[in-house]
């Protein structure tokens, strides 16, 4: 290593495998290996958005509420793919008119369609994010616990690489809870 540089993740100390997929926790925008697609959290109107730039518009003020109105809003707990590889694969899961934004059902249908887009398409690698919290709504804990039943309980079969997104810092405590250190005990 070079002096005065220091490792911001090491994947030799930010991963664990689990139903046969190695899962690399790490921080934006450190990719640890190429992804062939990239789960985004969304809402109902499709108005969340990674890199969000407000413009000024082209149209009109009644133009724009008129495509607002027109334009179909997406099922709680569907997915939405576009592109090639990458693909981008948005996980309708946020409804911003409700307290919390998300519901764990539509969580686990998105996780549903998110396994069957991986199986269609034969994609190996996978980047997500904590899903949930990203409107600050779900607890990380429970976001990790909801992700680890996901993956015991379907286990994909053409899934060998996740690249969990999580904020800097949070790395360890969220390799812990998805080894099954912290989970409450069943029975």
Do not use: K, N
Not at 85 to 110: G, K, M, T, Y
Not at 127 to 150: A, I, K, N, W, Y
């Amino acid at each position: 290593m070079i002096p005065g540089l220091r490792l911001v993740w090491d994947a030799a100390d930010s991963s664990c495998a689990l139903a046969g997929i190695a899962i690399v926790v790490a921080p934006d925008p450190l990719p640890p290996f190429p992804v062939d697609a990239e789960v985004i959290e969304q809402d109902t109107a499709r108005i969340l958005d990674e890199g969000l730039v407000l413009l000024e518009p082209d149209e009109s003020l009644g133009q724009l509420v008129r495509e607002m109105v027109t334009e179909p809003m997406s099922i709680p707990g569907s997915v939405l793919t576009s592109g090639a590889r990458p693909v981008r694969i948005q996980a309708i899961i946020h409804e911003l008119d409700r307290q919390p934004s998300w519901r764990e059902e539509w969580i686990r249908q998105a996780w549903r369609g998110i396994v069957a887009c991986c199986e269609e398409r034969a994609l190996g690698s996978l980047s997500l994010p904590l899903l949930g919290t990203r409107m600050r709504d779900m607890d990380r804990r429970q976001s990790v616990r909801l992700m680890r039943e996901l993956i015991l309980g379907s286990r994909p079969a053409c899934l060998r690489r996740i690249w969990l997104r999580c904020p800097p810092g949070a790395q360890q405590q969220v390799l812990g809870l998805l080894q099954g250190q912290g989970q409450p005990a069943h029975g």
